[in-house]
């Protein structure tokens, strides 16, 4: 079992940033993929950063270029950066994490972009 912790969501301005942590707890050694997902209201859950336990990456194309995911393994936690935020990127953002045992999701965080 892997419990994860999401954190750092909320209200910021068009342009600005923010950063968002994802904490791990459990049977984390089996953790291979971190991800983070979102959705924003009235549209299906998408795919925004991927990251697996060896620091491969894969962005959506809509953050591309503004996003970073970092991993540190030894904390068992995982950020997402997202730099000049549009109100487009207003979304609920859930971690998840694979094993080879399933997949795990943390309960979300509200982020909300809007002036």
């Known amino acids: 079992q892997v419990q994860l912790v999401e954190d750092g969501g909320g209200l910021v301005q068009p342009g600005g940033a923010l950063r968002l942590s994802c904490a791990a707890s459990?049977?984390?050694?089996?953790?291979?993929?971190v991800a983070w997902f979102r959705q924003a209201p009235g549209k299906q859950r998408e795919l925004v950063a991927l990251?697996?336990?060896?620091?491969?990456?894969k962005y959506a194309d809509s953050v591309k270029g503004r996003c970073t995911i970092s991993r540190d393994n030894a904390k068992d936690t995982v950020w997402l950066t997202i730099d000049s935020l549009k109100t487009e990127d207003t979304a609920v953002y859930s971690c998840?994490?694979?094993?080879?045992?399933?997949?795990?999701w943390g309960q979300g965080t509200q982020v909300t972009v809007s002036s």
């Open positions: 998840w994490a694979g094993t080879l045992g399933g997949s795990y």
């Open positions: 459990g049977s984390t050694s089996e953790i291979y993929n």
């Open positions: 990251i697996s336990r060896l620091g491969s990456i």
